[in-house]
């Protein structure tokens, strides 16, 4: 059984920092590209980073860059996000998720990913 679970997510004030994590079992992690989505009330799940499995080449959401890094730990089979600088806008709910494929596609298309975490929330505060 596939299982992705998100942790990390929080309340903090505009400005602040937060990491989150995503551990995966039951599939195969060291070969997949694997990346981070975010839903907003009412919005639309948005790419926000993508990693490659073997060179960690990333794609980032423009409005993300400079700002939030993902990386991944294939022997732990953890992906990481590191939000600094967080904004109000950046509330939402966060999705690790895996893609069958090696390598990330740039436009982070939510289709192209199989397998999705529950989510965790971050809310930034002015």
Do not use: H
């Amino acid at each position: 059984q596939v299982q992705l679970v998100e942790s990390g997510g929080g309340s903090v004030q505009a400005g602040g920092s937060l990491r989150l994590s995503c551990v995966v079992s039951g599939y195969g992690f060291s070969w997949n590209c694997m990346g981070w989505f975010r839903q907003a009330p009412g919005g639309e799940r948005e790419g926000v980073a993508n990693i490659e499995p073997l060179l960690g080449s990333t794609n980032y959401a423009d409005s993300v860059k400079g700002r939030f890094t993902i990386s991944r730990d294939n022997v732990q089979k953890t992906v990481y996000l590191q939000m600094t600088a967080l904004k109000i806008e950046d509330t939402a709910m966060y999705y690790c998720a895996a893609s069958p494929m090696r390598e990330c596609r740039v436009d982070m298309e939510p289709a192209w990913y199989n397998y999705w975490g529950q989510g965790t929330q971050v809310t930034v505060a002015s």
